[in-house]
């Protein structure tokens, strides 16, 4: 029987579509096959956990750990690959043209070099065009985006662009400020240093000022010292 995982990369590849860790292909998974996936993953991570030498079937602690694994994966932490965006729905924007700003919204994403948590914040700024979007709309577009791997550049890069395309603006500012667990819990293991990555586009590019205003009042919200 063919592995379901390999019935949906024949879907990708046929329409040269790419699958990398921090794309999102809901659109070619069809309903009731994520459940099959689990199935699969669960399956295959068990092998992992034979691999490493754990007696699965007596250690009460690691009996269960391979389904919990695979749901984990495909339904929580790397759900951004497999569901559908949220819904994102526009306003009239009734005249404001100034900027705001939205944060710290949690970011829990995943390394893609050692599947490791990426733990921290988030921040937009936006000035707003011909339309405006909830203000809940952020956290859930930023979530949706967190819940791959990937590394954090691309991960700010991709909130940027999809906050463009869903506030119907192209003035955007991005600054993610995250803890990465490959970091902290291996390698080098420095549990005091972050990572910040920022994102200027539009007006926040050209205008400096704009800029600085928008770091003003990013550094008098919750997530910084201080505050």
Not at 117 to 137: R, T
């Amino acid at each position: 029987m063919t592995n379901i995982s390999s019935i949906i990369r024949h879907r990708l590849k046929s329409s040269n579509t790419k699958f990398n860790s921090n794309d999102n292909i809901a659109e070619f998974i069809h309903p009731g096959e994520l459940d099959l996936l689990v199935d699969e993953v669960t399956e295959k991570f068990q092998g992992v956990l034979d691999s490493l030498i754990i007696d699965t079937e007596n250690d009460h602690n690691t009996n269960e750990t391979a389904r919990r694994v695979a749901k984990m994966f495909v339904g929580e932490t790397f759900s951004g690959r497999y569901n559908a965006r949220p819904k994102i729905t526009s306003f009239p924007n009734m005249g404001y043209k100034s900027l705001y700003t939205t944060g710290p919204i949690t970011v829990r994403s995943t390394c893609a070099h050692h599947m490791m948590p990426i733990v921290g914040s988030c921040w937009v700024g936006v000035i707003p065009e011909e339309k405006v979007i909830g203000l809940s709309k952020f956290n859930r577009l930023i979530y949706h985006i967190c819940e791959r791997p990937q590394i954090q550049e691309e991960l700010t890069s991709q909130i940027a662009a999809a906050l463009q395309e869903y506030a119907e603006t192209s003035n955007i500012a991005v600054v993610v400020k995250a803890e990465h667990f490959c970091m902290s819990h291996r390698g080098v293991k420095e549990h005091s240093s972050d990572m910040s990555t920022a994102i200027m586009l539009g007006a926040f590019e050209k205008d400096p000022a704009l800029k600085a205003e928008f770091y003003t009042i990013m550094g008098t919200m919750k997530g910084h010292s201080g505050n």
